[in-house]
C-alpha cells in the first residue's frame, strides 16, 4: 500500500509539472525553475530552499524565478536526479552519499570521522576543495552550488544503547543507499541494510531493521522516536546536503545571473545553518519526551574500527589528495 501511495504521489507530481510546462519555462526575458525535494513544507532545508528562491528573484529583478516541489512530490533523491539529469527539474536537493555514485570525489564527505570538529567541517565545506568536488559532476549534467547542513549522523535503535562497536554486532542498519555507509557499517560489526527514509518508521516498527543513522532530527519530523529509544552520539559522520543544479540551466544563466545564484545560495546557506541548529535543539528536547534516551559515547574504539576504510581511500591518488588537504585544515 505504501509503495503504491509514493507511486501515485510521483505521478501526481509529474502531472503537475507537465501542466506548468517545460524545464526552464520562459515569458518574454523571464524563467521560471523547477527546485524539487522529498522534504516536508516545516523542515528547514525547505525553508532554506525558500530563503534561496525568494533571494534569486530579489537579486535577478523577477528575471528568474523559482518553483519548489516539497514533500517528494516529483520522487525520491534517485528519481529526482534522473529528472534533473533530462532537465525535468533544473535544481534538488540531495544529500552528498547519494552523488557518490556519479562521482568518486563526493566519497570523502561520506567517510566516518573525517571531519574532526564542526568548526573543522565548516572550514572545508567553505573551502577551494569543496568548489572542486561541485565542479567534479559537470559531465554528469550538473553541479554543485551549496551545502545545506543535515548533522552528525549517530546510531539509534528500537532500545539498545550502541555505546560499542561490538554492540553493533548482529544488527540490522538501515543505512543510505551509499557504498561508504554500508562499509561502514560492516568495519563497526553491523548489518548495513540500504532502504528509502520513508520506509524506516515502518522497518522499526516491523523489526525489518534494528536500527538507523542519522541526525537527532529524524526522531521528531520522522517520528523514529515513536518506536526507537535509544540515540547514541558516536558521531560517525558529518554528511552534508548539496544543492545542485542543471548544467545546461547554468550554461543559460548570464554572468549576472550566476552572481546572483552564487550570492543567493551563500545567504541561504547560513540562513539554514541557524535554523538547523534550533531544530536539532528542539528535536533533542521532544524526543526525550517521546521517552528516547540519549547516550555519550567514547569515539575512540569507533575511530580505531573504520581505519580500514580510511586506508582504501587513500589507496585512490585523488581521494588522497583530497584527504590530505581536509586535514590539513584541521
Known amino acids: 500500500m505504501k509503495k503504491w501511495l509514493s507511486i501515485t504521489m510521483v505521478i501526481a507530481g509529474l502531472l503537475l509539472l507537465t501542466a506548468c510546462g517545460n524545464s526552464g519555462s520562459q ?3 523571464d524563467k521560471q525553475l523547477r527546485l524539487a525535494h522529498n522534504l516536508g513544507e516545516d523542515h528547514p532545508v525547505h525553508k532554506g530552499l525558500e530563503k534561496f528562491a525568494d533571494n534569486v528573484e530579489e537579486k535577478t529583478d523577477g528575471e ?3 518553483k519548489i516541489f516539497a514533500n517528494g512530490v516529483l520522487g525520491d533523491e534517485k528519481e529526482v536526479l534522473e529528472q ?10 540531495v544529500s552528498a552519499g547519494a552523488l557518490e555514485s556519479f562521482s568518486d570525489e563526493y566519497k570523502v564527505f ?4 573525517i571531519f574532526e570538529s564542526e568548526s573543522h567541517y565548516r572550514k572545508v565545506m567553505e573551502s577551494d576543495v569543496t568548489k572542486d568536488i561541485y565542479q567534479s559532476t559537470s559531465d554528469k549534467g550538473f553541479i554543485g552550488l551549496t551545502y545545506f547542513d543535515s548533522g552528525a549522523r549517530s546510531f539509534y535503535t528500537k532500545n539498545t544503547p550502541i555505546k560499542s562497536p561490538e554492540d553493533l554486532k548482529g544488527m540490522k542498519i538501515r543505512v543510505m543507499d551509499s557504498p561508504t555507509a554500508i562499509e561502514m557499517v560492516k568495519l563497526l560489526g553491523g548489518t548495513p541494510t540500504p532502504m528509502p527514509y520513508s520506509e524506516i518508521y515502518t522497518g522499526l516498527q516491523q523489526g525489518v531493521i534494528d536500527g538507523a543513522e542519522s541526525n537527532p532530527t529524524a526522531l521528531t519530523t520522522g517520528k523514529h522516536g515513536e518506536v526507537a529509544k535509544s540515540f547514541s552520539f558516536n558521531e560517525h559522520t558529518i554528511i552534508p546536503d548539496i544543492v545542485v543544479i542543471n ?3 547554468w550554461d543559460n544563466l548570464t554572468d549576472d545571473q550566476k552572481t546572483a545564484f552564487e550570492e543567493a545560495a551563500h545567504e541561504a546557506t547560513e540562513y539554514h545553518t541557524k535554523l538547523w541548529e534550533e531544530a536539532t535543539d528542539k528535536a533533542v528536547s521532544e524526543a526525550k519526551n517521546m521517552g528516547v534516551e540519549f547516550h555519550k559515547v567514547e569515539k575512540e574504539p569507533f575511530i580505531k574500527a573504520v581505519k580500514p576504510l580510511h586506508e582504501e581511500f587513500m589507496k585512490n591518488k585523488d581521494l588522497a589528495e583530497i584527504m590530505d588537504k581536509i586535514k590539513e585544515m584541521k
Request: aromatic share 4%; net charge negative.
Open 27 to 29: 515569458t518574454g526575458d
Open 64 to 66: 528568474i524565478t523559482i
Open 84 to 93: 534533473l539529469q533530462n532537465g525535468s527539474v533544473d535544481m534538488t536537493k
Open 110 to 113: 561520506s567517510l566516518p570521522y
Open 247 to 249: 548544467q545546461n540551466t
